[in-house]
DNA sequence: CAAGGTGCTTGAGGTTGTCAACCTTTACGG
DNA sequence: CCGTAAAGGTTGACAACCTCAAGCACCTTG
C-alpha cells in the first residue's frame, strides 16, 4: 500500500516526464531518428554486440517490432546484423561507427535534464538522484 | 548549466519511467483503451467542455490527430462533440456518463505509483514530492 | 531420426505521428 | 460593406510502431 506521498510523488513524476516528451521527440527528429530507433541505439553499446531477443527484451517490446527497428538502422548504416557463431538462428546487431557517433550524440543531448529538473538547487537535485538511486534497487528481475 | 547530480538524477528517471512503461500499457489495454485514447479520457475533466485545440495543446500533439482520437471515443461512447455557440468552427467535446466512469477507473489504476516509487519509505516518498512540486514551478507558460 | 522448442521474420490490421491541403467561419482593413 | 486574411477542425497520404498469429530455419532432446 503505497502512501499518498509516492501517489503523489508519482503524479508529478508523470507530469513532469509527459511535459518534457515534445523537446525528447524534437531532439531525435533533429538527429534523423525516430523515438524508438534513438531508443535501440542507446540500448546497444559500442563494440558489444546484442541480439534481436536481448534488445526486445531490453527495449519492453515485442520481438517482431525490432525487426523493424534494426531495418531501419540498418538502412542509415548506423548498425549491422551478424550472424552468430554457436547459433545460425541468432543474430548479433552491432553499431557501426556512424551508429556510435550518433549514439553519443543522443546521448549528450536527450540525457540533458529538462528545465524543471535542471533549475532544482544543488541540493535538491543531489536529494533527488540519491532517492531515485534507492528507487531503483527495488526493481525485482522481470518476472 | 545543470549539475551533474541533475544530469544522472534525469537518469534514473527516464529509467524508472521507461520500465514502468508496460504496467501502464496493461492497464490501458485492459480497460479497452489505446494509450492516447486514456490520456485524452484525463485531459477530460468531467462537467467540463473542451475545445479540440485545446486538448490538442493539452497532449502536445497535433490537431488533426486529436480528430481521430476523439472520433473512436466516440464511437466508443465514451465522449461526445458539440458544436459551440459563439463561434461555429469551435466543437466542444464533452465526456459521457460511461467516459466519466472510465476515467475515474484509468485515474485509478494508472495513478499507482510502479515497484520502485511505492516501496520508497515514507521519508523518501515525501522528500520526493516535495523537491518534484518545487521542480514543476520551474515550468514556463510554454512560450 | 522424429518431435518439439527457440530465434527471427513476415503478414494483416489498427493506432498514432507528420505534413499539406481543404472547408467553413470569423476577424480585420479599407 | 466587401475582400482578404486568419483560425478551428477535418481529411488524405505516408511512415512508424504496436499486437498477434503464422511461418521458416535451426537447435535440442528423446
Known amino acids: 500500500m503505497p502512501t499518498s506521498a509516492a501517489h503523489e510523488a508519482w503524479a508529478l513524476f508523470w507530469r ?4 518534457d ?8 527528429a533533429e538527429l534523423g531518428l525516430s523515438f524508438q ?33 534494426v531495418d531501419r538502422l540498418e538502412a542509415a548504416d ?7 557463431e554457436h547459433d545460425r538462428r541468432v543474430k548479433t546487431i552491432v553499431l557501426t561507427e556512424k551508429g556510435e557517433a550518433l549514439r553519443g550524440e543522443v546521448q ?13 538547487s544543488p ?4 536529494a533527488l538522484r540519491d532517492i531515485l538511486a534507492r528507487a531503483v534497487e527495488h526493481e525485482y528481475p522481470t518476472t
Open 16 to 19: 513532469i516526464f509527459t511535459a
Open 21 to 28: 516528451k515534445p523537446r525528447r521527440l524534437a531532439v531525435m
Open 37 to 69: 530507433q534513438a531508443m535501440a541505439l542507446m540500448h546497444l553499446e559500442p563494440g558489444e554486440p546484442m541480439t534481436m531477443s536481448a534488445l526486445a527484451a531490453g527495449m519492453h517490446c515485442d520481438n517482431s517490432n525490432v525487426t523493424g527497428i
Open 78 to 84: 548506423l548498425a549491422r546484423r551478424h550472424p552468430a
Open 108 to 120: 549528450r543531448r536527450a540525457g540533458q535534464p529538462p528545465r524543471e529538473i535542471a533549475a532544482l
Open 123 to 126: 541540493q535538491d537535485a543531489a
